[in-house]
């Protein structure tokens, strides 16, 4: 297979490094990162493949039209990897037109800009073109008082700010390639976890906060249930998705890994007092800083992706369980203070958002 010149937007978020820092290790692909760098964009978390011949970065805004263009001509990729966006459902609920602009906005320009490259390209180039659109089971909604599971056709029930502005963003994709012929594929993923995660989402806020003897806040009892997807197989599978996947295919990506938010923190507990032994002053077990806070509003009660479409097509399945999975995340955060204390420099003070709507 001819090596090939990948644009990732939102490169330097959390799911973007980890694809990114995927492509440069594992595989002879370039790439091409576009990032605003707002909160959620880290360049540290790029940090272990900067220096290669291979990778590029641009601070471009995605709806910024020129600027897209000119990264368009400049490069001169081979295949789009959409991921930026803003992602968190608390900020959406407390401020939504940053989504609006970004998820909706910023996509249709990254459309445009993707297929008026696009249509200049020889009839081989323009064959191989791949825009791979990187979406969220939140989409879908909620499956609570049922045993199903997310699949491609799972009608769209979106209930926050954020999941609404990505499911737009998804149809906007779709539209694009029946209206324009526009070569695009969708993924809709589930929770995902592991390094370099903002500290703002559960898993890393309960471990931080857990280190500094802060509560940890769980929102309800705990009874929401989400799929756990460990954020390494999400980029081995996104990779696989936009070299093997069927133009205008939908696939689900999911980790298997159904647990209670009560249960994922019970977890992360167990496993600090197993790895961080020595615990700040005043605590005695990690599970004590638990605190029960009121529900943020519009809060889905359960995700389940079914993923035997990306089995079955695509020979994929997630590599780590959750047990391994959450055990190489705690030590990840317990080796590398450096990265998560250069986040917390005040941008971010640890609280649970969305909670005054």
């Not at 368009?72 to 990897?81: C, I």
């Not at 496993?271 to 004590?288: I, S």
Request: proline content about 5%.
């Amino acid at each position: 297979m001819a090596l090939k010149r990948i644009l990732v937007t939102g490169g330097a978020g959390f799911i973007g490094s980890a694809l990114v820092r995927y492509l440069v290790t594992e595989t002879q692909d370039s790439v091409v990162v576009v990032d605003k760098l707002t909160y959620a964009g880290n360049l540290a978390s790029l940090a272990p493949v900067a220096a290669s011949d291979r990778f590029a970065f641009e601070q471009v805004d995605i709806c910024d039209r020129p600027a897209l263009d000119q990264v368009f001509a400049t490069y001169q990729p081979d295949m789009v990897m959409h991921l930026a966006a803003e992602s968190h459902v608390d900020r959406s609920i407390d401020g939504p037109a940053a989504f609006i602009e970004t998820n909706i906005v910023g996509t249709y320009q990254m459309l445009e800009a993707a297929r008026h490259y696009w249509n200049a390209l020889d009839d081989e180039k323009k064959a191989a073109f791949r825009f791979h659109h990187i979406s969220t089971d939140e989409v879908f909604g909620d499956l609570h008082g049922t045993d199903d599971l997310f699949t491609e056709t799972t009608p769209y029930a979106p209930s926050s700010p954020y999941s609404a502005s990505k499911a737009s963003s998804d149809h906007l994709v779709r539209a694009w390639m029946r209206t324009y012929g526009l070569p695009t594929i969708i993924t809709n993923s589930s929770n995902n976890y592991g390094p370099y995660h903002f500290p703002e989402k559960l898993i890393p806020l309960m471990i931080l906060n857990a280190l500094s003897a802060k509560p940890l806040p769980v929102y309800g009892n705990g009874a929401q249930i989400r799929d756990w997807l460990f954020v390494e197989d999400h980029a081995r599978a996104l990779y696989r998705v936009v070299t093997a996947g069927e133009v205008g295919e939908t696939y689900n990506i999911g980790g298997h890994n159904e647990r209670k938010n009560l249960d994922v923190v019970h977890t992360l507990c167990d496993l600090l007092e197993e790895l961080a032994p020595q615990k700040p002053a005043g605590v005695t077990h990690y599970r004590d800083l638990i605190t029960y806070v009121t529900d943020r509003p519009g809060h889905d009660m359960r995700y389940a992706i079914d993923a035997s479409k990306m089995a079955q097509e695509l020979d994929w399945k997630p590599q780590e369980t959750f047990e391994t999975g959450m055990r190489k995340t705690v030590l990840w955060y317990l080796n590398n203070e450096a990265w998560w204390r250069s986040v917390q420099d005040g941008s971010y003070t640890g609280e649970r958002l969305g909670l005054d709507a």
